[in-house]
């Protein structure tokens, strides 16, 4: 019997810990004010999952008063031919057009046979995902790796 409750108890601080890692809607104020030090943003990821989640991210801070100055996505990987015209991806960022700058890194595009002309409006292509990070790191930009 104990054993079943001992499973239960970590089945349900699991599922409590998930939905407030991935739900949260609100930040307190003292992550805004601490936020709002440096306006710009830059992740580098390499899937779709992340992809869309700092897109969301973005609309987190948006709704609560963060300051967005810049806020800039670096793609590499095999993400990279995700990102290709009539693809999920392209309606997924429809919203976030002219808001949010998606940089993707020629050396994944060159090794994964994914041309410029593929990939869909929007998108700046960047000779390499790690020099574009190091660079947006020198000019301020708080950054995150996925």
Known sequence: MSNI?????????????VTVAHGQKKLDQ???????????YAFVLTTERHFKGVLSMYDLLIENGVLIE????V??????????????????????????????????MAKLGV??????EGL???PTASVRMLQLQANGYNTLTY
């Not at 003292?30 to 710009?40: E, G, M, N, S, V």
């Not at 810049?70 to 996505?73: A, F, K, T, W």
């Not at 999920?88 to 960022?93: A, I, M, Q, T």
């Not at 041309?115 to 869909?120: D, I, K, P, Q, Y």
């Open 75 to 108: 793609v590499k990987g095999k993400v990279v031919t995700q990102l290709v015209k009539k693809s999920e991806l392209e309606e997924f960022f429809q919203k976030y057009k002219g808001k949010v700058k998606v940089s993707v890194c020629s050396v994944a």
């Open 124 to 126: 700046n292509v960047t």
């Open 30 to 40: 003292q992550a805004i004010t601490d936020l709002q030090k440096t306006p710009k």
């Open 5 to 17: 409750f001992r499973t239960l108890l970590i089945i349900m601080v699991m599922t409590a810990t």
């Open 70 to 73: 810049d806020y800039e996505i």
């Open 115 to 120: 041309a410029e002309e593929t990939l869909f």
